[in-house]
């Protein structure tokens, strides 16, 4: 069982650059959502999708986009990449039974120079 | 907004020892959910413990348990008899009953487990 699997695990852009970072999930879970995490400031919502074909913005959406088009992917697409959005992203996927735990995948490091 | 706080950036312990690790929140939700997530250098996040709110009893998880006080909106993890393998990132996460399954988190603590 896979459970959350991000790729790619590193990646370095250069600022304007555009790319794909992929999130799929095997448990069928309907809940799935992109963090980033900064040193400092623990992990914030970028975006979040409570099923196919709902995408909603968390907490710093800007400069992300996202589509849900099966039950499995969530790809978060940075459409020209900037310094600011050097961070490590997680995917993570639950169940939407109330405290269902959120499980994680294991991360992609970007750095954008 | 929900806010999360974690004052203690850093804290060590010695292997065996207890520890524990303070987190406050800002609500006036009276439902919600508590989490406490690990974080190991391997940067996997890993759920340690969860609380709901209307429950009076403590959550416990083998050597983890919380010491939740609804009113003072405060949820702390102890870690007894910690091992080398407690050495982590520690996060305290908050999620409203109403939220749609978003997490508010805490900016960590690193927590050292000396030999």
């Known amino acids: 069982n896979a459970g959350v699997t991000q790729t790619p695990k590193f990646q370095v852009l250069k600022t304007g650059q555009s790319m794909t970072l992929q999130c799929a999930q095997d448990m069928n879970h309907e809940y799935m959502s992109w963090y980033r995490q900064d040193p400092g400031m623990g992990l914030r919502l970028i975006h979040y999708s409570v099923g196919a074909g709902i995408t909603d913005q968390g907490e710093v959406p800007n400069g992300y986009n996202v589509s849900r088009s099966t039950t499995e992917d969530f790809p978060l697409r940075l459409l020209s990449a900037a310094p600011s959005q050097t961070s490590v992203y997680f995917c993570?996927?639950?169940?939407?039974?109330?405290?269902?735990?959120?499980?994680f995948g294991n991360g992609t490091r970007l750095t954008v120079t | 907004a929900q806010t999360v706080t974690q004052s203690q950036p850093e804290m060590s312990v010695q292997e065996a020892e207890t520890v524990t690790l303070s987190c406050t929140y800002d609500?006036?939700?009276?439902?919600?959910?508590l989490f406490w997530y690990k974080q190991p250098p391997s940067r996997q996040m890993i759920l340690v413990i969860r609380q709901e709110a209307y429950k009076q009893q403590n959550a416990t998880e083998n050597r983890f348990s919380v010491n939740f006080q609804k009113a003072a909106k405060s949820f702390s993890l102890k870690i007894s008899d910690s091992q080398l393998g407690d050495t982590a990132m520690y996060f305290c996460a908050f999620m409203r009953k109403s939220s749609g399954d978003k997490l508010t988190f805490g900016t960590g603590t690193r927590l050292a487990v000396r030999p």
């Open positions: 993570a996927s639950k169940t939407t039974a109330q405290n269902s735990p959120l499980h």
């Open positions: 609500t006036s939700e009276s439902n919600y959910y």
